[in-house]
């Protein structure tokens, strides 16, 4: 049984007799954004059919489901629909509204539960949820004033980071506060909204640990995984790095204990930093595939996708570890600035794999795709990822 928290009844998502959903049944997800491209790609190649319900119609999951809904996360109506088209539903997002899950519930298995996504989906709950369970996270204080913010500041410390208690990704949602003087105007800037103060942390490393949980209670692992970000969005992944190897077993013991205190059934990602005293602190807790696992997909036997399918379905969990050294490198919509990149270059290195996601707007820092590179060290391999990245906006013929 997880941890019960104030506000949240529902404290697990089991069944009685939980069955294996077996290939050929119809997987429903919510949310059609890239996770679940990647999500449906991977349930389509074990034999099953995908039924994506999403408010937008092109999106990178329509494009290879079996079938889509296209409507409203508030329309009940086409809730119910989708709910009797499917055999259990996931998703790749965490702020799917609860009423949506709520309604979903009541004919369906919803896997991750709605607890969980009532815990991720708001900063607080999820610090206090960390603290209730006994495991270390970044120091913060709870703000909802500008007085409190001022309190908050003298009991954290600074520099801190004031971000929104929801709704936030990538960088949004939060501002650095370097000065007493600066923190009125931060307050402003986020809109004044409900929020938490995290201390800044002195790191070595950012890394982040998929764990995958089946209703059976089975348990599988990925990584600790090396990250790497620019301008608050996640630039490389690294996977297996030797030097995270003394914490490897930490980490991995804290992924486990955060799965079964909040019973997931499905695929969580926990973020760390390791502190440049060697103490590992969880950071975020996204209850879905994460970028920083997409490397998953051509660097391990079982990627985070499929480990996402088994683990909904109650299949067995297959093994995380690494075939191959790996790295990853996002490829964001700057790339298309000066005009289509220069795919021929890294589609001609054997080295590189490309993925793409099928989204026909490019945007400065809108993620479009990812290069995965196997290499005989995850470092030799992000070199070359790095390198074949540059080659695609190089003035070189």
Known sequence: ????????????????????????????????GQLG??????????????HVYSPDSDSPTSQVATAQTVADYADTAALERFSSAVDVVTLEFENVPAEAIATLRRRVPVRPSGSVQHIAQNRLREKKFLQQAGIACTP??????????????????????????????????QVKITTRGEAAAA??????????????????????????????????????????????????????????????????QIAETIAEQIDLHGICCIEFFLTTGGQ???????????????????????????????????????????????????????????????????????RVRLHLYGKAEPRPGRKMGHLTVLGTTATEAAECALEARRLLTSATP
């Open 140 to 173: 913060f204080a709870e703000v909802t004033t500008v007085g409190g913010l001022a309190k908050a500041v003298e009991r954290i410390g600074l520099p801190a980071v004031l971000k929104t208690a929801e709704s936030g990704y990538d960088g949004k949602g």
């Open 37 to 50: 491209r990647m999500f449906a790609i991977a349930a389509a190649q074990m034999g099953y059919r995908i």
């Open 280 to 350: 590992l602190l969880v950071n975020e807790i996204a209850p879905r595939p994460h970028n920083s696992g997409h490397l998953t997909i051509d660097a391990c036997g079982t990627s985070q996708f499929q480990q996402q399918v088994r683990a909904i379905c109650n299949a067995p969990l297959g093994s995380g570890e690494a075939v191959s050294a790996a790295a990853m490198v996002n490829l964001l919509g700057d790339l298309w600035q000066q005009g289509e990149p220069a795919w021929h270059r890294v589609l001609a290195d054997p």
């Open 187 to 252: 307050w402003v800037s986020l809109g004044e909204a409900p929020a938490i103060l995290e201390a800044w942390i002195d790191y070595q490393c950012e890394l982040s640990m998929l764990v995958a949980r089946s209703p059976a209670g089975q348990v599988a692992l990925h990584g600790p995984i090396a990250n790497e970000h620019v301008n608050h969005i996640l630039d490389v992944s690294m996977y297996p790095l030797p030097e995270l190897q003394p914490i490897a077993a930490e980490a991995r």
């Open 1 to 32: 049984m997880g941890v019960s928290l104030p506000g949240c009844a529902e404290t697990h998502n089991t069944m009685p007799n939980e069955k294996l959903i077996l290939p050929g049944a119809t997987l429903g997800i919510l949310g059609s």
